[in-house]
């Protein structure tokens, strides 16, 4: 047994806590999911968060599933340029993607952009989904959540996409309503096992299915 509240952990304790490799945990501190012990010592050799790890340990012991006949879009985070937590949204940088935001700006209505604006709205990065999938997940809407290495820690329910507003691969941007408290647990502190491939899929209800039972 562990105890978490004020422990720190070294490397190799913490992988075997959070059942993973060196690569996912390294990008898991590399993601600033995992508090560093400022000791001056390599990555191999410092002291983690206790807290951070039990955190992230009670979410990797819940595999990530939806509703029968649902889907989900699993966005793939990659490590920030200015050592922040990774967002799945852009109206997060305020300051810093003006272009975008502009743009969608002009391509949505003036109240959805109020919302945008208060927060009740989010406005996600540019993701690649076939049109059928954005139908689908817009019409039911469907959960988008952010995967860390795998942990799921955020997320929200697709409400619409803004129309005019694609990157040059043609990824689009989701307008997505958080989650509440009570979906934040259920679909936000979760586990689904990184492949390599896309940076987003669309997954099925099947699929998560299949996937959670090798899981556990």
């Known amino acids: 047994m562990y105890s978490f509240d004020n422990a720190v952990y070294g490397f190799e304790t913490a992988k075997e806590i959070l059942g993973v490799g060196s690569n996912t945990l390294s990008k898991l501190i590399d993601l600033n999911l995992i508090s560093v012990f400022p000791d001056g ?8 968060s206790g807290w951070d790890i039990g955190y992230l340990s009670s979410a990797r012991n819940r595999p990530l599933m939806v509703e ?9 985070m990659g490590v920030e340029k200015q050592a922040a937590r990774p967002s799945l949204y852009f109206d997060a940088t305020w300051g810093r993607r003006n272009d975008v935001l502009d743009e969608v700006r002009r391509n ?10 208060e927060g009740t709205l989010r406005v996600t990065g540019h993701w690649r989904v076939s049109q059928e999938d954005t ?4 019409a039911n809407k469907s959960i988008v959540v952010a ?8 997320g929200g329910h697709v409400e619409g996409w803004v129309p005019n507003v694609f990157s040059k691969s043609g990824g689009r941007c989701f307008l997505v309503k958080p989650f509440d408290h009570h979906d934040s647990y259920r679909y936000a502190h979760n586990y689904l096992p990184s ?15 299949e996937e959670a039972s090798q899981l556990l």
């Not at 290495?149 to 955020?154: E, V």
Request: aromatic residues 10%; positive net charge.
């Open 41 to 48: 010592a390599n990555q191999r050799n410092q002291q983690y």
């Open 68 to 76: 029968k006949g649902q889907k989900a879009l699993v966005c793939s």
């Open 108 to 117: 949505v209505s003036t109240d959805t952009w109020a919302q945008i604006v």
């Open 135 to 138: 139908d689908f997940l817009v």
């Open 147 to 154: 995967s860390c290495a795998g942990f799921i820690l955020d």
């Open 195 to 209: 492949r390599q491939g896309p940076m987003n899929k669309v997954w099925s209800s099947e699929a998560l299915l």
